[in-house]
């Protein structure tokens, strides 16, 4: 079989976590659901995946591996219990380049004070600075959480529920060092598709939204009139600050090396050694390639900026794991 980019599904983010339980706590306060969890104890750690999956969600009931929009936390034993450990969020040296993810909301207002009234801080609250229209809240280990809506903010302002049912894990943010670079990668060798672009000259920065769209066109005006993409799963986005592509010691840190904290980004393909074989001949810097190791089941790329990729098998195009 031959393997189809148009297939693939941007399907999770890896974040290590320090204590499981509270981290889970959090993320089901956002309405996600535990929807798999991997045991390794001869390794010592543990793997939960959680996502939105009820009834008004995009993917209820779906195997992990065919969704988009799973988020995986990794637990390493002990950690919960040692005072002096902390994970690195990505935003700040020496562990900088990971920078958030983001849920998208049925009605902002409600859905930040939700949040504030569950005792959890802000990194950005709705009313600080001159955009009201996003929000960043801090999980348990200090990564940043953006919450944008996916309908109109001025509409939503006296609403006081919201449906966590309704809310989407609409993205995950990295930076890149230099976007020419980048946006040639994830489209030509890992299929993406370009959805919208955010220039920022006045404040040197531009980011740009990527996914696998599939047989769902591609909207350019939404509800917000902002984020025509607020309403989707499994978005990648790159951030790219100007001039850095000029400086031949900048790096960005890809979360793997100390200080840890994001892990990796994770594509679900159709068939997996296909997809394999073309990343081959696309030339791609390795991590793991299948056949490396005792897992014959994954493998992981390399981007340009050194961040991992993790491929695996989408279970419902082609059964191979029992996972």
Not at 141 to 148: M, Q, S
Not at 245 to 262: A, I, L, S, T, W
């Amino acid at each position: 079989m031959a393997t189809d980019p148009a297939k693939y599904s941007l399907n999770h983010t890896m974040l290590r976590v320090k204590d499981p339980k509270r981290s889970i706590k959090y993320y089901e306060m956002l309405g996600m659901k535990q929807i798999n969890k991997i045991e390794n104890p001869d390794n010592k750690f543990d793997l939960y995946f959680l996502a939105y999956d009820s009834p008004s969600s995009l993917q209820p009931g779906t195997h992990w591996t065919a969704r988009q929009g799973v988020l995986e936390l990794t637990h390493n034993y002990g950690t919960e219990n040692d005072e002096n450990f902390k994970i690195a969020n990505g935003n700040a040296e020496p562990g900088k380049g990971f920078g958030h993810i983001c849920i998208s909301v049925d009605a902002i207002q409600a859905a930040c004070q939700k949040i504030e009234d569950a005792g959890y801080k802000f990194q950005k609250k709705l009313t600080d600075g001159r955009m009201r229209n996003i929000a960043f809240a801090l999980d348990p280990d200090g990564y940043w959480v953006e919450i944008v809506s996916f309908n109109s903010v001025d509409k939503t302002e006296n609403v006081k529920e919201t449906n966590t049912g309704s809310y989407r894990f609409n993205h995950s943010m990295i930076r890149v060092k230099d976007h020419t670079a980048s946006l040639k990668f994830y489209q030509e060798v890992m299929g993406m598709t370009l959805l919208r672009t955010s220039e920022n000259a006045a404040n040197k920065f531009n980011l740009y939204f990527l996914g696998y769209p599939g047989d769902e066109p591609v909207h350019k005006e939404s509800a917000n009139g902002v984020n025509p993409t607020a309403d989707r799963e499994g978005i990648l986005e790159l951030t790219w600050n100007y001039g850095t592509e000029k400086d031949p010691n900048f790096k960005y840190h890809n979360g793997n090396d100390e200080p840890q904290g994001f892990g990796h980004i994770c594509i679900s393909v159709d068939d997996l050694e296909p997809a394999c074989k073309r990343f081959e001949e696309k030339s791609v810097n390795w991590k793991k390639r299948l056949s490396d190791g005792r897992m014959k089941n994954i493998a992981f790329v390399l981007d340009p900026d050194g961040y991992w990729i993790e491929v695996i098998q989408n279970e419902k195009m082609k059964r191979s794991s029992n996972w």
